[in-house]
């Protein structure tokens, strides 16, 4: 997958507390319109830990009805276990993702030591179905992902890139 270019994280619109999906749908046909690379569904902007299941799958099956074959679809799919996180993945990648945003568990912040971190993020990318990009972003999580290991994750061949949200890289 090639991520060069612009691939904005989007809102997920809601009205009367429910999944707007026409005006989710009628957004991706705007930003597909312009040069955009592709989108990023389900992140932060997109209040991803507020949705359930059902909502995060009509997400994914809506943008990517909107966003063509021949540009990229990315989901956040991160969980607070492992083993949540890959069933999102693989749910995703069924659903039509090139591609998976994977933020840091942050719960248990004091367990998360970089071997925690490593062994989460090699866990995910072995058995994701699509490429996998870390996301850190402590100022939201509490949980920051060293360099060292992010150096040793940048050697996974499943694992190809970075979203660095924090303030000091």
């Not at 060069?4 to 994280?9: D, E, M």
């Not at 062994?119 to 972003?137: G, R």
């Not at 360099?147 to 994750?153: E, H, N, P, W, Y």
Request: proline share 6%; aromatic share 6%; with cysteine.
């Amino acid at each position: 997958m090639d991520l060069r270019g612009i691939f904005p994280p989007i809102p997920t619109p809601f009205r009367s507390d429910r999944l707007d999906v026409d005006a989710l749908g009628s957004n991706c046909d705007r930003w597909m319109s312009t040069a955009l690379r592709g989108l990023v569904a389900l992140g932060s902007n997109g209040e991803a830990p507020l949705l359930d299941e059902e909502e995060s799958d009509r997400v994914i099956e809506t943008v990517r009805a909107h966003v063509p074959i021949e540009r990229s679809l990315i989901i956040g799919v991160a969980r607070e276990s492992t083993i949540g996180t890959i069933r999102a993945t693989t749910r995703a990648a069924d659903l039509g993702a090139d591609a998976v945003l994977v933020r840091t568990p942050w719960f248990f912040k004091k367990l998360l030591t970089d071997e925690a971190l490593i062994a989460h993020y090699e866990a995910v990318a072995d058995a994701s179905p699509v490429p996998v990009i870390i996301y850190n972003f402590a100022a939201l999580t509490g949980v920051s992902v060293s360099l060292a290991a992010v150096v040793q994750l940048a050697s996974h061949p499943n694992i190809i890139g970075m979203k660095e949200s924090g303030t000091d890289i």
